[in-house]
């Protein structure tokens, strides 16, 4: 069974340039999530999908950050404009909507901004 | 609010010695509690997790983990290291009985590994 898949796996772009980051979970899984890993830090939730349906994006920085799941399969991260903070990397999980599960994460892709 | 402290940031263990990494949480409720680990360059995979049951758990790749109510703690063990196991370790920890996972993670456990 193929795992997570995000591409691409390493970017690098000048500030104020837009970026995005593809996600493809695991086949079946309802629940995805974008996570962000900055440097010696453990991944912070940005946002939260149930199918197409973000239900938690509290975390996610708005005015700069968007995310979409079309069809509740594929998903994914823009930064536009992208600034030199957002360097880190990002991370996408899945998981089965059913309870006792575990988040499966993808090999996430890092984000240079120069 | 939930939060999850892992005290050690490095740990520097001789290959096949004993590992202890300690993970204490704040919740609410009993969380449910998992270990996860990175290795460079790489996704995380996860080692174990708790949800229930027995306070003793065992995980892939030889961890173990207990679960102290009494302390808040999850702390990961190994009794015999191997180079392999070199890597950064997560501890995190999610709602209860929730559908899917929204899970808080520590700042994560850095193990050096000497021949």
């Known amino acids: 069974e193929a795992g997570v898949v995000q591409s691409p796996r390493y970017k690098i772009i000048e500030k104020k340039q837009p970026v995005a980051f593809w996600c493809n979970p695991i086949?079946?899984?309802?629940?995805l999530y974008w996570y962000r890993q900055n440097l010696g830090q453990g991944p912070e939730l940005l946002i939260r999908?149930?199918?197409?349906?973000?239900?938690?994006d509290s975390q996610l920085p708005k005015d700069r950050f968007s995310a979409e799941r079309l069809k509740g399969v594929d998903s994914t991260l823009k930064i536009q404009p992208a600034e030199l903070g957002d360097s880190a990397v990002y991370l996408c999980?899945?998981?089965?909507?059913?309870?006792?599960?575990?988040?499966?994460f993808g090999q996430g892709t890092r984000l240079t901004v120069v | 609010a939930q939060s999850v402290t892992q005290p050690d940031i490095h740990i520097t263990v001789s290959e096949g010695a004993s590992l202890e990494l300690r993970c204490n949480y704040s919740?609410?409720?009993?969380?449910?509690l998992f270990w996860y680990v990175q290795s460079p360059g790489q996704g995380l995979q996860l080692l174990l997790k708790?949800?229930?049951?027995?306070?003793l758990v065992q995980g892939i790749k030889g961890f173990e983990a207990e679960f102290k109510r009494s302390q808040s703690s999850f702390n990961l063990r190994k009794p015999s290291v191997h180079w392999s196991d070199a890597a950064e370790y997560f501890c995190?920890?999610?709602?209860?009985?929730?559908?899917?996972?929204?899970?808080?993670f520590g700042g994560g456990t850095r193990v050096l590994v000497k021949p």
């Open positions: 999980a899945s998981s089965p909507l059913t309870v006792n599960t575990e988040a499966f």
């Open positions: 086949s079946g899984h309802n629940t």
């Open positions: 999908y149930e199918n197409e349906e973000a239900v938690d």
């Open positions: 919740y609410g409720a009993t969380p449910y």
């Open positions: 708790y949800f229930s049951g027995d306070t």
């Open positions: 995190a920890v999610g709602p209860p009985e929730a559908a899917g996972n929204k899970l808080t």
